[in-house]
């Protein structure tokens, strides 16, 4: 790392993280959290959308035991019911103009 980067990151944790140490990595994690926090995140933009499924995709890749099989239970049920809604949506075109 870069002497430039200490100084951007030490910046970066602000006055309430004021005393801790930089190096500790929950430290880290916790102004990781805040910047998440911080950042506008409009839910009407793709971009916000997106940004929303990084987060969960990033959260779901850091879990284990039970809460990453439930982060793989959410993503399953999702695609089931793309999947259906698809297939219903071809059925009815094709019942449509060859019924």
Known sequence: MERGDRDE???????????????DPEVQAFAEHRDRMQRPNSEATVEGMLRGVDDFA?????ANGHRRLM???????ILFGVLF???NAVSFVFGTFLG
């Open 71 to 77: 982060a793989v239970a959410v993503v399953l049920l």
């Open 58 to 62: 990033q959260s779901a890749n850091r």
């Open 85 to 87: 809604t698809i297939w």
């Open 9 to 23: 990151e030490t910046e970066r944790l602000g006055d309430d993280l004021h005393g801790l140490d930089p190096e």
